[in-house]
């Protein structure tokens, strides 16, 4: 019903900065809340920051302070702006959309782009 696809990973030093974006298609009218994962090979999958149907926002204790979350409705694309980069940062990044059916939200996900931290 929707399709994510994640961009604007890469190669970057301890401290410096990139941006995602996460484009959406499909059947956008019926997304509500948004949200950032990682997953880093052999970790569990850990939530990062979400942007709500109201516009509000929540960042995960981790990445508070240096990690900023958006969302443009118009272009239907999710940002997440990361600032102040560690080697722990490093992770596939995934999009998260979740859709309402009739009666329930259901998760649609992006393939990720790998954010690595080095130097």
């Known amino acids: 019903q929707v399709q994510l696809v994640e961009s604007g990973g890469g190669l970057v030093q301890p401290g410096g900065s990139l941006r995602l974006s996460c484009a959406a298609s499909g059947d956008i009218s019926r997304i509500r809340n948004m949200d950032w994962y990682r997953q880093a090979p052999g970790e569990e999958r850990e939530w990062v920051a979400r942007?709500?149907?109201?516009?509000?926002?929540n960042h995960a204790d981790s990445v508070k302070g240096r990690f900023t979350i958006s969302r443009d409705y118009s272009k239907s694309m999710l940002y997440l702006q990361m600032n102040s980069l560690k080697l722990e940062d490093t992770a596939v990044y995934l999009c998260k959309a979740g859709l309402m059916g009739s009666n329930q939200i259901a998760d649609y996900w992006g393939k990720g782009t790998q954010v690595t931290v080095a130097g």
């Open positions: 942007v709500n149907v109201g516009g509000s926002t």
